[in-house]
């Protein structure tokens, strides 16, 4: 055998850029395990205009139940019960599921925004993975507008005039 003769070559996908891109769920899979037991849903996607594209999948953790204990020994609080609702919270509204719908079967072909940024590591000095990116399902425009001005603007108190065009013609063909 000389070298080489198995060769063949191995495709990588690239990359993506940092940055937010629609997504389309492709499949969920459930009944995924950590090492300490939490359940968690994979969610695959295609990246409009990017498939075969890297990174293309996230996790949505089960929330933890209170008086649990974590991998690391320490007791589940109620900030980390809070953060895991947050997460699936968000993950419904950045794909417009029903709130509370855990029929993964549902989630198939519903697109959202995600953004693409470098993976949290707590053993990089500036906290991001160098070599991998992750997927973060992100809450709509609206949504986002409305977290940072809860009270609805005031109402105009002029009302609107009617047009003269209300039938959908032109203003010259208003008869005179």
């Not at 990246?47 to 991998?71: M, Q, R, T, W």
């Not at 419904?92 to 993976?119: M, N, Q, R, Y």
């Not at 809450?139 to 009617?162: M, R």
Request: hydrophobic share 30%; charged share 25%; aromatic share 10%.
């Amino acid at each position: 055998m000389a070298f080489g003769d198995n060769y063949k070559p191995v495709y990588e996908a690239p990359m993506l850029a940092d940055g937010e891109y629609l997504a389309r769920i492709k499949e969920a899979k459930l009944n995924c395990y950590e090492q300490s037991g939490n359940e968690y849903v994979e969610i695959h996607v295609e990246i409009k205009d990017h498939p075969g594209c890297n990174p293309s999948f996230f996790y949505i953790n089960e929330a933890p139940k209170l008086g649990a204990v974590k991998a690391n020994g320490q007791p589940v609080t109620q900030d980390d019960v809070d953060r895991g609702n947050r997460q699936i919270t968000t993950f419904f509204l950045c794909f417009g599921i029903k709130e509370g719908d855990f029929d993964i079967a549902h989630w198939k072909g519903h697109t959202g925004i995600v953004k693409i940024a470098p993976s949290y590591d707590k053993n990089e000095p500036d906290k991001k993975s160098k070599a991998y990116k992750t997927i973060y399902p992100q809450k709509p425009k609206e949504e986002k507008k409305a977290a940072a001005n809860p009270l609805p603007p005031p109402p105009d108190p002029t009302p609107a005039a009617a047009s003269p065009t209300s039938g959908g013609g032109f203003p010259e063909d208003i008869p005179f």
